[in-house]
């Protein structure tokens, strides 16, 4: 059979696999034609293939692509939660350690020792807020490294890349006559695919758990 080379998907498909490895073999099933290339383990660029199967993969691609960045957007409204709720906390211990301090203050100027017990009650709830908003600030999974800030910047710079290859194959399957324009496409998806698993791909896991 006539045809270009084939374009490497196995970086799609283990984020897949990762992510949700039921759906792997859905995929399977209802691509018959392309069963065997729905694998992670192979790496395709040798055998040609034609601008038929070619679509049918794209297809795949562009599946994948959008269960993932309904991932990564789940994954990004959780990490805004996580913000707000540790502003909260923050802001709660700030409060909290005014009023200990004025507490303080107080009672060392009419010398009452309960004031003062109750002073280094609040002065202590402060401290114990801010260890929560540190908690809650921190990724999912309790990465010292990752803040959810962090994650919630990479996150968004994602969906953007996804966005743009998974329109952009879409565009070429339905439209171009090139499998090697396709091919190149989707050899493009797979790269960001391979750094979404190594960056991100149990962080999107861990999130799906605590929904």
């Known amino acids: 059979m006539g045809g270009v080379a084939a374009g490497p998907i196995n970086e799609i498909i283990a984020l897949q696999e990762k992510l949700n490895r039921s759906a ?53 409204a959780s990490g805004i939660r996580r913000i707000k709720g540790q502003r909260q906390l923050r802001l709660a211990a700030d409060l909290l350690a005014l009023l200990g301090a004025s507490s303080v203050v107080g009672s060392l100027g009419l010398g009452r020792p309960t004031v003062a017990i109750i002073a ?12 929560v908003s540190e908690f809650v600030g921190s990724a999912p999974g309790g990465s010292a490294n990752l803040t959810a800030q962090a994650v919630y910047e990479r996150l968004s710079v994602a969906i953007l890349d996804i966005r743009t290859w998974r329109t952009e194959i879409r565009i070429l399957s339905r439209h171009s006559s090139s499998a090697s324009e396709i091919n190149e496409a989707i050899g493009k998806a797979n790269a960001l695919c391979r750094g979404i698993m190594a960056d991100l791909s149990s962080l999107l896991i861990k999130t799906s758990e605590l929904a």
């Open 24 to 76: 792997v073999e859905r995929l399977r099933q209802e691509h018959p034609s392309i069963a065997d290339q729905i694998n992670a383990s192979r790496w395709m660029g040798e055998e040609p293939e034609s601008l038929e199967i070619t679509r049918e993969k794209a297809a795949v691609v562009v599946e994948v692509l959008e269960s993932t960045e309904k991932r990564c957007a789940e994954a990004i």
């Open 120 to 131: 280094a009650v609040i002065t202590l709830a402060a401290s114990g807020f801010k260890m």
